[in-house]
């Protein structure tokens, strides 16, 4: 199932932060092509699961796709999971160590159709994803790119995510990366929260994916705009 590959505007909800009835609703008719329900920290089975029936409630037409980070936390039901692998982690346990464990349980019953590989570049540095994986997050461009070959043509992995969260990123290191990948579907993610900056991302990433901003007192204005900028 390669419906990602279609998608140019993700929304990311944190099960872990507090999402209005308001927001989830008008996710529906925003023009978004799906949801991811992830973060890095206080992630749970029951926040995730409580945030995903209140999408299936509020905007029942829209992909829900959970981004696992936490292996405990995994929910049956959801459209399709995405797989972080961070590339550039400081230790093998995001790059292969918790996802061998989680296969070691969950094997039997996995639907690989429904699940996307992500091979991640961890780059905001202050990000909590960043202390969590201990990633080298000083990449200038042609690091990031050889990161992304590396992702895609000898990991054969399907997409690759630059993951800025919490900080707008450099769009000359995101043109880059899109200039190195030949095939691989490439996603952006990190302070998109304006018509320009999504615009400028939306110019070389295949999908923007917008998160904190969502959290903000002017998130209809994000939601809109962010959205018009890529469709
Ligand atoms: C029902 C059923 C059997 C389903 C099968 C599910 C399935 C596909 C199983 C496969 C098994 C498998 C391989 C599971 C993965 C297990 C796992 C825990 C892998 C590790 C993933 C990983 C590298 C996590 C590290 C953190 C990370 C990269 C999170 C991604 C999301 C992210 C970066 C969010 C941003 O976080 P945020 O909180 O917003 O950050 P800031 O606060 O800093 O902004
Ligand atoms: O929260 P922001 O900074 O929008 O980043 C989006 C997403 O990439 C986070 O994983
Ligand atoms: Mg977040």
Redesign the pocket.
Known sequence: MTVWKDWRHVV?LDPDRDTSDELLSSLAASGTDAVFVGGTLGITYENVNRLFGRLRRLAPELPVWQEISDAESILDGVDGYAVPVVLNAGTTEWLIGAHAKALARYRPFVDWSRVLTEGYLVLNGQAAVAGLTQAVTDLDREQAGAYAAAGEQLFSMPSIYL????TYGDPELVAEVSRVLQRAHLFY????DSYEKAERMGRYADTI?????LYSENWREVLRETVRAVK
Do not use: L
Request: proline share 0%; net charge neutral.
């Open positions: 990311k993951e800025y969260s919490g993610g990190g302070g998109i994916v917008v998160g904190n901003a």
